[in-house]
């Protein structure tokens, strides 16, 4: 059974930090192209990071270029969103999705919330 599992979501003061973790089980997870996606209330969903399955490239919205970062442990079936200097406008649902050609797997997501 393929299962993502985020974590790490919360409120925080705006300039402020969250790592967010996506766990993931039921799938060879090393083979998988791993993207972050957030959405907002009233708008789409929309890709925020990706990384490749041996973590050599990585690719980020404009909107986060220099304040996020995207990483993975493949021993441990694991992806991470590293989120610093945080603004209001990055409140959303933050939710991890797995690719490989037509195959296309996504967890439950997790809150952030940005604000004072």
């Known amino acids: 059974q393929v299962q993502l599992v985020e974590s790490g979501g919360g409120l925080v003061q705006p300039g402020g930090s969250l790592t967010l973790s996506c766990a993931a089980s039921g799938f060879i997870f090393s083979s998988f192209l791993m993207k972050w996606y957030r959405q907002a209330p009233g708008k789409e969903r929309e890709l925020v990071a990706s990384i490749t399955s041996d973590g050599g490239t990585t690719n980020y919205a404009g909107s986060v270029e220099g304040r996020f970062t995207i990483s993975r442990d493949n021993a441990k079936n694991t992806v991470y969103l590293q989120m610093d200097r945080l603004k209001p406008e990055d409140t959303a649902v933050y939710y991890c999705?797995?690719?490989?050609?037509?195959?296309?797997?996504w967890g439950q997501g997790t809150q952030v919330t940005v604000s004072s």
């Open positions: 999705n797995a690719r490989r050609f037509l195959d296309s797997h």
